[in-house]
């Protein structure tokens, strides 16, 4: 793989604070780490939906019952964070947020930074990025998350917790089978890998790389190429 292309997803719950306001200071500096580093053919990055699309998808549920509709919600909200960051990047950014793989390939003529949210119910962002990743032929797929990598078990919940700093597809596999629940696939429902994502790391055969977006000096060392892993490392 020649291409120097990258694809970077970032978390909806890096954007806002514990009091549900826009974490300016955060996309800040995230923004200007990528603005540094230019030397990428493209840099596409994807945003998640975060703690308000949340709010509008537990109100949806509770009310109304319908997942398709608290579904598109989220897909709404996390294309409304992407719009947010093309206005950090300006001139830099393509203007548009694609909502398909067609406008994206209509975006890629643009040679600027592509800025991305969710696409169609019932796929996470997770899956967006990593479907992507495909798409462009991705060298480097980095996931910004609020934990440091994938773990042997939920860290939320188990404090005995252990980073796995390297996973197979194999070995992922068994975490998300043991993690998962009949949830995984609903509207609003956080997990960094899904079955879905799953399924395309298999046929991709990509490589990606997880990490928390809490603290970004990690993320900034991997950027700049000094360092090789930020949290776990998923490859074939």
């Known amino acids: 793989m020649n291409n120097k292309n990258i694809v970077i997803k970032i978390g909806g719950s890096l954007l806002f604070d514990k009091n549900k306001n826009i974490n300016s200071k955060k996309i800040s500096e995230f923004c200007n780490l990528v603005k540094e580093n230019k030397n990428y053919d493209e840099i596409i990055i994807i945003v998640g939906g975060g703690i308000i699309a949340r709010e509008y998808i537990n109100f949806i549920r509770k009310h109304t019952q319908n997942e398709a509709l608290a579904d598109l919600i989220g897909i709404n909200f996390s294309q409304i964070n992407a719009q947010l960051i093309i206005s950090y990047f300006k001139d830099l950014a393509y203007p548009l947020v694609p909502k398909?793989?067609?406008?994206?390939?209509?975006?890629?003529?643009?040679?600027?930074?592509?800025?991305?949210?969710?696409?169609?119910?019932?796929?996470?962002?997770?899956?967006?990025?990593?479907?992507?990743?495909e798409f462009i032929k991705a060298k480097q797929t980095i996931i910004l998350t609020d934990v440091k990598g994938i773990y042997n078990k939920d860290p939320k919940k188990h404090k005995d917790a252990k980073l796995l700093e390297h996973l197979n597809y194999s070995e992922l596999s068994e975490i998300i089978l043991k993690e998962g629940d009949i949830n995984q696939a609903t509207a609003g429902e956080y997990r960094i890998f899904d079955t879905v994502s799953l399924q395309i790391l298999k046929r991709s055969h990509l490589k990606v790389q997880i990490g928390s977006g809490l603290e970004l000096s990690k993320f900034q060392e991997l950027w700049l190429g000094n360092i090789q892993n930020i949290g776990t490392i998923i490859s074939d």
Do not use: H
């Open 100 to 133: 398909n793989i067609d406008e994206l390939s209509i975006a890629l003529l643009s040679k600027k930074i592509i800025i991305m949210g969710g696409l169609q119910p019932g796929q996470s962002t997770t899956s967006v990025a990593l479907e992507v990743a």
